[in-house]
């Protein structure tokens, strides 16, 4: 996958530090970017329904778990 193109899940992570502004950029970025190998992130914002689990895959978010104050 690398020789492909696709970077690996902390360079991602590093770059939606850099360029995104907000939790939406940061989430579309960290859910939808190709990568090399699979994983799980963890993202977290400062308002209260920012926050999420996303599973991903090489493609893609395979699942995303949202949590409530429930």
Known sequence: MAFL???EISWIIRESFE??????CA???LSGTPIVADG???LAGVKEDEN?????DH???AHTYH???D
């Open 5 to 7: 193109g696709y970077d």
């Open 19 to 24: 360029t995104c502004g907000d939790w939406d």
């Open 27 to 29: 989430y579309l970025k």
């Open 40 to 42: 799980y992130i963890t």
């Open 52 to 56: 999420a689990i996303i599973v991903r």
């Open 59 to 61: 493609f893609g978010s």
């Open 67 to 69: 949590m409530t104050g």
